[in-house]
Protein backbone atom coordinates (compact mmCIF):
# COMPACT_ATOMS: atom_id res chain seq x y z
CA UNK A 1 0.00 0.00 0.00
CA UNK A 2 1.33 3.24 -1.03
CA UNK A 3 1.27 5.82 1.78
CA UNK A 4 2.84 9.42 1.83
CA UNK A 5 4.39 11.25 4.67
CA UNK A 6 4.32 15.18 4.21
CA UNK A 7 6.61 17.23 6.42
CA UNK A 8 8.46 20.57 7.12
CA UNK A 9 5.51 23.09 7.32
CA UNK A 10 4.97 25.45 9.93
CA UNK A 11 5.02 29.48 10.23
CA UNK A 12 6.75 31.39 8.48
CA UNK A 13 6.79 35.60 7.61
CA UNK A 14 6.24 37.20 4.06
CA UNK A 15 9.01 36.60 2.29
CA UNK A 16 10.28 33.89 3.94
CA UNK A 17 11.03 30.17 2.79
CA UNK A 18 10.39 26.78 3.81
CA UNK A 19 11.27 23.25 2.37
CA UNK A 20 8.93 20.45 2.27
CA UNK A 21 9.26 16.93 2.30
CA UNK A 22 7.54 14.04 1.19
CA UNK A 23 8.45 10.36 2.45
CA UNK A 24 6.50 7.59 0.74
CA UNK A 25 6.65 4.18 1.35
CA UNK A 26 5.19 1.10 -0.74
CA UNK A 27 6.76 2.58 -3.92
CA UNK A 28 9.92 3.95 -5.42
CA UNK A 29 9.03 7.60 -6.66
CA UNK A 30 11.61 8.28 -8.87
CA UNK A 31 9.62 5.73 -11.50
CA UNK A 32 6.56 7.84 -10.79
CA UNK A 33 5.37 11.00 -11.71
CA UNK A 34 5.20 13.18 -8.42
CA UNK A 35 2.76 16.07 -7.52
CA UNK A 36 2.34 18.42 -4.87
CA UNK A 37 -0.88 19.83 -4.08
CA UNK A 38 -1.90 22.35 -1.88
CA UNK A 39 -5.57 23.18 -0.36
CA UNK A 40 -6.34 26.90 0.83
CA UNK A 41 -8.88 27.06 3.31
CA UNK A 42 -12.59 26.62 1.89
CA UNK A 43 -11.26 25.93 -1.55
CA UNK A 44 -10.78 22.51 -3.13
CA UNK A 45 -7.05 20.96 -3.37
CA UNK A 46 -5.01 22.18 -6.59
CA UNK A 47 -2.12 20.77 -8.24
CA UNK A 48 1.07 23.51 -8.11
CA UNK A 49 4.00 21.76 -8.39
CA UNK A 50 5.25 18.04 -10.53
CA UNK A 51 8.28 16.33 -11.48
CA UNK A 52 8.22 13.16 -14.29
CA UNK A 53 10.08 10.21 -13.42
CA UNK A 54 12.29 11.78 -16.08
CA UNK A 55 13.14 14.91 -14.28
CA UNK A 56 10.89 17.36 -15.98
CA UNK A 57 9.30 19.71 -13.67
CA UNK A 58 5.73 22.02 -14.04
CA UNK A 59 3.99 24.75 -11.98
CA UNK A 60 1.14 26.72 -11.33
CA UNK A 61 1.11 30.14 -12.36
CA UNK A 62 0.57 30.90 -8.54
CA UNK A 63 4.00 29.77 -7.60
CA UNK A 64 5.81 29.82 -10.98
CA UNK A 65 10.15 31.07 -9.97
CA UNK A 66 9.32 30.81 -6.20
CA UNK A 67 8.74 27.18 -5.74
CA UNK A 68 10.79 24.22 -7.31
CA UNK A 69 10.22 20.75 -6.75
CA UNK A 70 12.99 18.13 -6.66
CA UNK A 71 13.59 14.46 -5.79
CA UNK A 72 16.20 12.69 -3.74
CA UNK A 73 16.24 9.11 -5.23
CA UNK A 74 18.14 7.86 -2.54
CA UNK A 75 15.90 9.08 0.30
CA UNK A 76 12.87 8.41 -1.73
CA UNK A 77 11.57 11.53 -1.14
CA UNK A 78 10.77 14.34 -2.92
CA UNK A 79 10.69 18.05 -1.65
CA UNK A 80 8.92 21.50 -2.22
CA UNK A 81 11.69 24.22 -1.78
CA UNK A 82 9.03 27.41 -0.82
CA UNK A 83 11.00 30.71 -1.64
CA UNK A 84 9.17 34.38 -1.29
CA UNK A 85 6.47 32.95 0.39
CA UNK A 86 3.24 35.11 0.31
CA UNK A 87 0.03 35.12 2.52
CA UNK A 88 -2.06 34.04 -0.14
CA UNK A 89 0.53 30.31 0.33
CA UNK A 90 -1.26 29.28 3.21
CA UNK A 91 -2.26 25.99 2.89
CA UNK A 92 -2.27 22.91 3.85
CA UNK A 93 0.15 20.93 1.46
CA UNK A 94 0.09 17.55 0.09
CA UNK A 95 2.22 15.31 -2.21
CA UNK A 96 0.21 12.05 -4.14
CA UNK A 97 0.47 10.30 -7.34
CA UNK A 98 -1.57 10.74 -9.78
CA UNK A 99 -4.87 9.30 -9.81
CA UNK A 100 -4.18 8.27 -6.38
CA UNK A 101 -6.98 8.56 -3.99
CA UNK A 102 -5.40 7.67 -0.50
CA UNK A 103 -3.89 10.85 0.65
CA UNK A 104 -1.33 11.66 3.66
CA UNK A 105 -1.85 13.65 6.92
CA UNK A 106 -0.59 16.90 4.60
CA UNK A 107 1.79 19.50 6.46
CA UNK A 108 -0.08 23.40 7.32
CA UNK A 109 2.09 26.43 5.87
CA UNK A 110 1.18 29.64 7.28
CA UNK A 111 2.34 32.68 6.20
CA UNK A 112 1.97 36.15 8.50
CA UNK A 113 3.56 38.61 10.18
Known amino acids: QVQFVESGGGLVQPGGSLRLSCAAS????????MIWYRQLPGKQRTLIAS???????GYADSVKGRFTISRDNAKNTVYLQMNSLKPEDTAVYYC???????WGPGTQVTVSS
Open 51 to 57: ITSGGDT
Open 26 to 33: GMILNRNT
Open 96 to 102: NVPLNTS
